[in-house]
């Protein structure tokens, strides 16, 4: 199998359920800015050691591959003529929990918050904070789309949750790796 199919070359795509779209639609936004905050995840984690954050992390990838395929998809190809569900895994309350408590966990570990935190910090960290500016730009996206195509509340909802979860975590990162935060304190202009 070739990985080029040509069938891209005059700016249209396949969406999940066969309907050709423009690859500058709404919905083909919102799931390359999906894309490519799972990719700016796994840069994040090239330089991540602890063990238990890379788990969650390769979980957190995963769930970024089903919110883009439900993304990738038209609510009214979700179902199948039989009957059943087009996407073998949607995203739940579940998974939104999950990061939840994750990130009570890392709240729990890092000083109170008292000013707004310049992005930054060693490797891992400014990569999490560029990952988390892209999952705010992914929910955008996906609310963008809503506007116009119904798109499930859980899917905003996770990458509402997820942007929040990788501030979190990168300030959790910043701490076990001993790197001082920058504020941005408006009364030391």
């Not at 609310?143 to 905003?156: G, P």
């Amino acid at each position: 199998m070739k990985i080029y199919t040509k069938t891209g070359d005059k700016g249209e795509t396949a969406l999940y359920g066969g309907t050709r779209v423009s690859k500058a639609s709404a919905r083909v936004d919102s799931y390359g800015n999906i894309d490519e905050l799972n990719s700016f995840i796994g840069i994040a984690k090239s330089h991540i050691e602890d063990e238990e954050v890379l788990r969650q992390l390769r979980k957190i990838q995963f769930d970024l591959f089903t919110v883009g395929s439900e993304a990738a998809t038209p609510v009214d190809k979700l179902m199948l003529a039989n009957g059943k569900s087009r996407l073998p895994l949607v995203i739940s309350d579940t998974e939104i929990e999950e990061l939840e408590n994750w990130m009570d966990f890392f709240d729990e570990k890092t000083e109170p918050l008292q000013f707004f935190i310049l992005p930054g910090g060693g490797k891992a960290a400014t990569f999490l904070h560029a990952a988390r500016t892209i999952c705010r730009r992914a929910e955008r996206s996906l609310v963008f789309l809503n506007e116009s195509e119904e798109v499930r509340s859980e899917l905003i909802k996770y990458l509402n949750r997820l942007s929040d979860y990788l501030f979190v975590l990168a300030r959790y990162i910043s701490k076990i790796n001993n790197e001082p935060e920058e504020y941005w304190n408006p009364n030391e202009r």
